[in-house]
């Protein structure tokens, strides 16, 4: 009954390559986020969308893509993967107008060598 | 910019103590305060939230306080046990996005 689920807990992977992490919520949220988190453990967010709509994107480069088919799930594609993008990718979700009920997922560790 | 700061990286404390974990924050604006617990291969938990339309928030065994005057915030665990091991992280949230601080490290000793 995980609430926020991300696949793969682990990814390792040469540098050039393009992967995907997928992340779905069963809590009925309408809103969902990327974040990353990098060896200071230091968090922060990425993309943001709501109900498929894209509504935070922050500086991040454009080899990232987020793509959500419905507001059950986001996932995320990363094409020409480089070292600096080893890190750990957290998914979260929420209703938004609620400012409490962020639900984050376990993370996946990306590994880029 | 908007940033979120924490005090020290590492506290380390003995079980049974208290142990008291400090962020500073620069966004005047800010007007909700979230403290999260992240144990090691887990994401953030919530552990308790703050308006700042208030000074003090008690939950079971943790207590948040706020000071608006010197944008400052902290997290009183009382009596620590070795399952509050954790990286813990205060965040804000200026404009429907929440912000981290950059975590501090708490170690229970037994």
């Known amino acids: 009954d995980t609430a926020v689920s991300q696949t793969p807990k682990y990814l390792v992977t040469q540098m050039g390559n393009d992967k995907s992490i997928k992340c779905e919520q069963n809590?009925?949220?309408?809103?969902m986020y990327w974040y990353k988190q990098d060896s200071k453990k230091f968090l922060k967010i990425m993309f943001s969308?709501?109900?498929?709509?894209?509504?935070i994107n922050e500086t991040v480069p454009n080899r990232f893509s987020p793509k959500s088919p419905d507001k059950a799930h986001l996932n995320l594609h990363i094409n020409s993967l480089e070292l600096g993008d080893s890190a750990v990718y957290f998914c979260?979700?929420?209703?938004?107008?609620?400012?409490?009920?962020?639900?984050f997922g376990s993370g996946t560790r990306l590994t880029v060598v | 910019g908007e940033s979120v700061g924490l005090h020290l990286p590492t506290l380390s404390v003995q079980e049974g103590d208290n142990s008291i974990i400090n962020c500073a924050y620069s966004?005047?604006?800010?007007?909700?305060f979230i403290w999260y617990k992240q144990e090691s291969g887990k994401g953030p938990q919530f552990i308790i939230d703050?308006?700042?339309?208030?000074d003090k928030r008690q939950g079971q065994r943790v207590t948040v306080l706020l000071n608006k005057t010197v944008k400052h915030l902290s997290l009183q665990i009382a009596a620590t046990q070795p399952g509050d091991s954790a990286v813990y992280f205060c965040?804000?949230?200026?404009?429907?996005?929440?912000?981290f601080g950059q975590g501090t490290t708490l170690q229970v000793k037994p």
């Open positions: 703050i308006r700042s339309n208030m």
């Open positions: 969308y709501n109900n498929k709509e894209l509504i």
């Open positions: 809590l009925g949220h309408d809103t």
């Open positions: 979260a979700s929420r209703n938004r107008g609620f400012d409490y009920g962020y639900t």
């Open positions: 965040a804000e949230l200026p404009t429907g996005k929440l912000i």
């Open positions: 966004n005047s604006a800010s007007d909700y």
